[in-house]
T-cell receptor
Framework: DAKTTQPTSMDCAEGRAANLPCNHS???????VYWYRQIHSQGPQYIIH???NNETNEMASLIITEDRKSSTLILPHATLRDTAVYYC?????????????FGTGTRLTVIP | KAGVTQTPRYLIKTRGQQVTLSCSPI?????VSWYQQTPGQGLQFLFE???????NKGNFPGRFSGRQFSNSRSEMNVSTLELGDSALYLC??????????????FGSGTRLTVV
């Protein structure tokens, strides 16, 4: 699986957009980019995923560069409840590919 | 609908004992994966079951085992507990055997402390 690189930590002011970057320069053509987050003492929560095109759902937007070597997760209006560790995972979506490598993620702190 | 249910939420065991943790996936989900989370190693994949068959296994010793029942509920067992087994054990379920369009749904975990 392609490895990912994320900043260790980031701060964001409440109400502002939080932009979390992820580098995955060795991504292969059939690998998706997935984002999960983990709020303290809870299980990880799926946020969004994409292959090539930008994606948006009720939680966030995912921007993937044209060469697919990096992506950015955007939380449009960060709230205090968005304080969490955010994991960028690159993985194929196929049978038996459930062994996700979470890495260390980015600790996002939303500041009042 | 109900989420992924893990029981018990907290557990304290003594070195050398064995423990069984339970996971009930979302109704209709057939895949259950288990992860161990420790401060030092982060989230690490243990194994995945789909339709009562283990499809994938992480790099853990044979003391860690699991099974899945016909109703998709899963259990994991750790025998001869060691202090290093103290961790948050997380279960994740998905409809099929991949992440699909909705990713995995994780439970809140079982926090195991070995003393």
């Amino acid at each position: 699986d392609a490895k990912t690189t994320q900043p260790t930590s980031m701060d964001c002011a409440e109400g502002r957009a939080a932009n979390l970057p992820c580098n995955h320069s060795t991504i292969s053509g059939n690998e998706y980019v997935y984002w999960y987050r983990q709020i303290h003492s809870q299980g990880p929560q799926y946020i969004i995923h994409g292959l090539k095109n930008n994606e948006t759902n009720e939680m966030a937007s995912l921007i993937i560069t044209e060469d697919r070597k990096s992506s950015t997760l955007i939380l449009p209006h960060a709230t205090l409840r968005d304080t969490a560790v955010y994991y960028c995972i690159v993985r194929v979506d196929q049978t038996g590919a459930n062994n996700l490598f979470f890495g260390t993620g980015t600790r996002l702190t939303v500041i009042p | 609908k109900a989420g992924v249910t893990q029981t018990p939420r907290y557990l304290i065991k003594t070195r050398g004992q064995q423990v069984t943790l339970s996971c009930s996936p979302i109704s209709g989900h057939r895949s259950v994966s288990w992860y161990q989370q420790t401060p030092g190693q982060g989230l690490q994949f243990l194994f995945e079951y789909f339709s009562e068959t283990q499809r994938n296994k992480g790099n853990f010793p044979g003391r860690f085992s699991g099974r899945q029942f016909s109703n998709s509920r899963s259990e994991m067992n750790v025998s001869t507990l060691e202090l290093g087994d103290s961790a948050l054990y997380l279960c994740a379920s998905s409809l099929g055997s991949g992440q699909g369009n909705y990713g995995y749904t994780f439970g809140s975990g079982t926090r195991l402390t070995v003393v």
